[in-house]
């Protein structure tokens, strides 16, 4: 359970920051930077947003076992992809193939290593710590 706990919280706090973001993003850089210049300038923020979450939700609610932390990744990439996709569909109208796969080359192979790292930030700073 503890696991879930984890993962929830720390894929809420990390979207909650990516949806503030969004918002800069989306009505103030990109008309002024171009849509990939935009996203590129929010995934620093965002690696910050992980690294921050991961060991907050890791310190107080995931047990201190690695394999309870990848797990917990792994669950709050489902969250994220999960509302990645609803997200989609309800707020912007496309459907799961553009916004999954019709990604800017450049900007897009950044995201999905970001989303890696998201998954993976958890287990890594357990490892660290111990």
Partial sequence: MRPAVGALVYFLTVFA???????????WLAPR?????????????????IVLAAGWTGRRLNP????????AGVLALAFMLAA???????V??????????????????VYYASLGVFALMPWWLGRAGA
């Fill in 17 to 27: 920051v990516g949806f503030g973001l969004g918002v800069v993003r989306i009505s």
């Fill in 33 to 49: 930077l171009g849509a990939r210049a935009a996203e590129l300038w929010e995934m620093p923020v965002m690696l910050v947003a």
């Fill in 64 to 71: 201190d076992t690695r394999h309870a932390r990848l797990l």
């Fill in 84 to 90: 990645e996709a609803l997200l989609a569909g309800v």
């Fill in 92 to 109: 912007r109208g496309v459907g799961l193939r553009e916004a999954f796969l019709e990604r800017d080359p450049v900007s897009g192979t």
